[in-house]
């Protein structure tokens, strides 16, 4: 087949994992509180589809994700792509059939893009101490919930393929 099929299942849950930390974070609005919960967008996209696939749904779901939230248009677009990148070349390294390695690639995808979007506010707001302090509850905050949100969102997108019956296994992995 051309395209996998479960590139509409990854990109719909990655428009509901954005759609619901868009409403809490209006939630938290009130309080200057922000939560960054992109990474698990990353992951599975990564180790499950093949290049073509994959490239396919990292780029609508950057697409997507630099049209809802506030920050330069195709930054984000950009840093998923090449993060995508770097998981998609070491990609058998990892054990895609449990939530372990995942959960630990989406941490440190969701930690890129907290930096990305911290050095893209501009150079010369660096130097301020309440950006940092702003930075740091941002980063403690977002992987505090990252832990409860990235094993539900994981186990979503295998229910959701268990579902529509399509294949559950990541593709291309050498057989052992």
């Known amino acids: 087949m051309f395209l996998d099929p479960r590139i509409l299942i990854m990109f719909g849950a990655n428009a509901l994992l954005l759609y619901l930390s868009l409403l809490v974070n209006s939630a938290l609005s009130s309080w200057s509180l922000y939560l960054v919960l992109l990474g698990p967008m990353l992951v599975l996209p990564a180790i499950f589809l093949r290049h073509r696939s994959y490239l396919l749904c990292i780029l609508l779901t950057g697409l ?10 195709g930054l984000l677009t950009l840093g998923f792509l090449t993060a995508g990148a770097c998981i998609f070349q070491i990609r058998f390294r990892f054990r895609a059939e449990h939530n372990y390695h995942p959960i630990i690639l989406s941490h440190s995808c969701n930690l890129f893009c907290i930096a990305l979007i911290s050095i893209a506010t501009g150079f010369e707001y660096l130097s301020a101490s309440s950006l940092w302090i702003q930075i740091l509850i941002t980063t403690v905050l977002s992987h505090g919930l990252l832990t409860i949100v990235a094993p539900w969102f994981f186990d979503l997108q ?12 990541p593709e291309d992995f050498p057989i052992l």
């Not at 997507?64 to 248009?73: H, M």
């Not at 295998?158 to 296994?169: I, K, S, V």
């Open 158 to 169: 295998r229910l959701l393929f268990e579902l529509c019956r399509l294949e559950t296994e």
């Open 64 to 73: 997507w994700v630099d049209a809802a939230l506030p920050c330069q248009f």
